[in-house]
């Protein structure tokens, strides 16, 4: 098969004073930062569904991306030749990693087993393009909200036939992240939630939810896949309200159905926005409590209330999630995964490799601030300072567990008021973080 990007060679790392658009001015995969190289801290993954199945549609008008090996056939031969295409891409943007929806990388049969054959078949070419190139599936996991069948949900739904189905598409799609060595597997609830509360019986689609979770851990467990299940949190859209809304709630359902030993997050930044939340509050929320498993690079238009999917590009955000993730000792089995999409008028075949190397030297250059930050150590001792009157005295008594009621109550009689509080000095944090940039 020709070469889909034949203009364009490896990409390789010039540095910063580089103007070459097809290189990377901070992202060196060979340097050492914090006792590790870029390559390991940041585990870059290139999604399969907007880089190699978006076309740019929207809810306004069809598709405008130019795609000339793809002809829009759901033929398997065009599946395949899919394949080639993006091995090609990854391997050109030097990216170790690549996750998949069992539908973006096989189209669907008239029936299960259909669809599960035609998997196979792609599958193959998978495995045969993973060995040649070295490159490794960061994780899969089952399209369960596009298909008409799923309009009421997959786990959550009404119809119990409709959960028969998904178990089954889960089953499958967990076999083959097995076959291909993925590291992780990932559900994402599209459709998990409600958009009416009038005809939603709520405590029956959570209790069927743990339940499909529990049958996917005891199928993996029986298969002997051994990958990290990671959940991914979204507050919204396309439901009005899903249930894994936010790290704190998934967190909650977890704990709940005794399924914490088992999962952990995978945050992303617009989903983190469209919950009211940073992207810091969520991953500092779910790495104090040891969930922290993987992330989805992207990032939303705060003028716009859905998710855009926009590559990140901004310095401040990618600095400050890898000060969580280095904070939290990185991301484990998990990766920087760009579910990121080229925008509707950047049509051509090479913005897609514009967008990537874009949205990869952000993340390097967040990786290099987030490191000296760490160095310097300025936040971190403001921080520890903030909070010395809870080291000794009555705070550590309170920390510890002693102090009581009664206790505090005598502590304040007989001391009559509170020590002196101290600035929380925002303004001149913010003109520091700056000053790194």
């Not at 499958?172 to 291909?180: A, G, M, P, R, S």
């Not at 709940?256 to 500092?284: C, I, Q, R, S, V």
């Not at 999630?321 to 484990?332: Q, S, T």
């Not at 009559?416 to 003109?431: D, F, P, Y």
Request: hydrophobic content about 40%.
């Amino acid at each position: 098969m020709a070469a889909a990007f034949p203009e364009v060679s490896k990409i390789k790392y010039e540095g910063p004073q580089s103007k070459n658009p097809l290189a990377f001015r901070w992202y060196d995969e060979n340097e050492v930062i914090e006792g590790k190289t870029m390559k390991e801290h940041l585990r870059f993954s290139i999604v399969y569904w907007h880089t190699f199945r978006g076309t740019g549609s929207d809810p306004f008008g069809p598709g405008t991306a130019v795609r000339p090996w793809d002809d829009g056939s759901p033929s398997v031969e065009n599946a395949v030749k899919r394949v080639r295409v993006a091995f090609e891409l990854i391997e050109k943007l030097g990216a170790p990693y690549y996750a998949f929806h069992d539908r973006d990388v096989s189209p669907e049969g008239a029936t299960l087993a259909e669809s599960n054959k035609i998997f196979d078949t792609v599958v193959k070419a998978l495995k045969e393009e993973q060995q040649r190139t070295g490159i490794k599936l960061l994780w899969g996991t089952a399209n369960m909200f596009s298909h008409p069948r799923y309009m009421h949900g997959a786990a959550t739904t009404c119809n119990a036939d409709v959960f028969a189905y998904a178990a089954s598409a889960v089953k499958k799609c967990l076999e083959v992240t097995k076959e291909l060595g993925g590291e992780n597997y990932v559900f994402w609830g599209g459709r998990e939630g409600y958009q009416c509360q009038l005809n939603t019986n709520m405590k029956r689609e959570l209790d069927h939810l743990a339940q499909f979770f529990h049958m996917a851990v005891d199928y993996a467990q029986k298969i002997g896949f051994t990958g990290q299940f990671l959940i991914e949190p979204k507050p919204k859209e396309p439901t009005k309200h899903q249930y894994d809304s936010d790290a704190a709630a998934c967190l909650n359902f977890l704990r709940a159905y005794d399924l914490l030993p088992h999962f952990k997050l995978n945050l992303e930044t617009n989903h983190a926005t469209l919950a009211g939340h940073t992207m810091m509050h969520e991953l500092d929320y779910a790495g104090f409590q040891g969930a922290l498993g993987s992330i989805d690079a992207n990032t939303g238009d705060l003028l716009l209330g859905w998710d855009t999917d926009q590559f990140p590009t901004n310095y401040y955000l990618t600095s400050e999630i890898m000060l969580m993730l280095l904070k939290y000792g990185g991301i484990g089995t998990g990766g920087v995964n760009f579910d990121a999409k080229v925008r509707r008028e950047s049509f051509e075949p090479i913005d897609l490799f514009y967008a990537h190397i874009g949205g990869m030297d952000a993340f390097a250059k967040g990786l290099r601030v987030a490191a000296a930050i760490r160095q310097e150590g300025e936040f971190e001792k403001f921080v520890r300072e903030r909070y010395s009157s809870w080291d000794s005295g009555v705070g550590a008594e309170v920390e510890s567990g002693k102090a009581t009621f009664e206790t505090l109550e005598a502590y304040m009689l007989k001391k009559g008021e509170v020590a002196a509080n101290r600035s929380g000095r925002q303004e001149w944090l913010e003109n520091l973080f700056n000053r790194y940039l």
